[in-house]
């Protein structure tokens, strides 16, 4: 018999038979009481419970309760994994070795997140390991929402007993093509509630001396710009609510912050610290490290009142994203670090998200 949840989530819930696979939900677990649930149909991350100062626990991602809310959710990307291009691809095409491909467009006039039916919207044969770890793994075919190559895709969730949650990525693929995935958690750091709370309380810390500006489609403009003396500089924390709605053109066009940071590395690929939150009222704190070059960092800006898991309701701005990951329109900005995998080479990236308490 299933142990019970401290989440409420229920197992059955998830079960089903979808695309002639089976999805289900998978439980880890450490010796702190933290538990993090997982299902297979997109690679979702349904729960995350942390204890705030006084031990008391709550969930702080967003998602659903069950499968079909899962696969029907207005939020199509809710806490899933992404891909094969997370972000977004401008115009959804892109050149490669002197040949065009034409991507799905689902974002404007742009390609998003792999697209309608991208990694988010696929079951994953999933492998539970042990307590605290779970292997998901996927084929993308051939020309997959026009991606081409066939990319073998395997994501390991692990979490540690320093309450890290540790995603680690590794692919191949038969022929180039272009790979960029990443995580899209939405945290509530306050815990997830009807309503759930505004997160731009969130104190936040983005280890970042440039951000990437982006046109009125969100497609980057090709610079790469310092965040002194901008609304994006959060090299020193303070509020996410600080400078959400300023006067500027980046911050318009974003309808808040939806843009990607360019980490501080003393190398590429090293991992290293990318961004911190810490939410003010119960002291629950998230940090996350990553070898990816950039963090997209998104302030929920689009919600309207997402009907969640157990009655929770997420409104706008009621989460932030932190999407580790390579810069957006890289298939089309050679200057930016290349997104492009060859037969032989192996795409690999970790991100860490660690949950704690502030004193």
Not at 179 to 205: E, R, W, Y
């Amino acid at each position: 018999m299933d142990k019970t949840l401290i989440s409420g989530l229920k197992r059955e819930d998830f079960q089903a038979e979808v695309q002639g696979k089976k999805t289900d939900l998978f439980t880890l677990t450490n010796d702190n009481g933290v538990e993090i649930s997982i299902t297979n149909y997109g690679g979702t991350i349904v729960a995350i419970m942390v204890p705030d100062k006084d031990g008391k626990m709550a969930n702080v991602i967003q998602a659903h309760d069950n499968i079909n809310d899962c696969i029907n959710s207005s939020e199509p990307f809710l806490s899933t994994l992404i891909g094969r291009y997370g972000n977004r691809i401008g115009k959804g095409r892109f050149t490669m070795n002197g040949k065009g491909y034409s991507l799905a467009i689902n974002n404007g006039p742009n390609h998003l997140h792999g697209g309608p039916t991208g990694f988010h919207a696929r079951v994953w044969d999933a492998e539970q390991i042990n307590d605290h770890e779970l292997v998901l793994r996927y084929i993308s075919p051939y020309y997959e929402e026009g991606f081409p190559g066939e990319l073998h895709m395997a994501v390991k969730f692990s979490l540690t007993e320093i309450n890290e949650l540790v995603i680690d990525y590794k692919g191949t693929t038969n022929k180039k093509t272009v790979v960029n995935m990443t995580s899209h958690g939405f945290f509530s750091l306050s815990g997830i509630g009807n309503p759930t709370p505004s997160a731009t309380n969130n104190i936040c810390q983005i280890n970042a001396d440039y951000y990437i500006p982006i046109d009125e489609t969100s497609i980057p403009t090709g610079e790469i710009l310092k965040v002194e003396g901008t609304p994006f500089d959060f090299r020193t924390p303070h509020a996410v609510g600080d400078n959400i709605d300023a006067d500027d053109q980046q911050i318009k066009n974003g309808a808040g912050y939806d843009h990607c940071y360019v980490l501080n590395k003393r190398e590429p690929g090293e991992l290293s610290f990318a961004a911190k939150i810490v939410e003010p009222n119960s002291k629950r704190s998230m940090e996350v490290y990553t070898t990816e070059p950039g963090v997209q960092f998104y302030s929920d800006n689009w919600a309207d009142g997402i009907k969640g898991q157990q009655g929770a309701i997420f409104g706008r701005r009621s989460a932030l994203c932190f999407e580790a990951q390579h810069f957006p329109d890289s298939p089309n900005k050679p200057h930016f670090p290349s997104v492009f995998l060859k037969p032989g080479q192996i795409y690999t990236q970790k991100t860490i998200y660690k949950f704690g308490v502030e004193d």
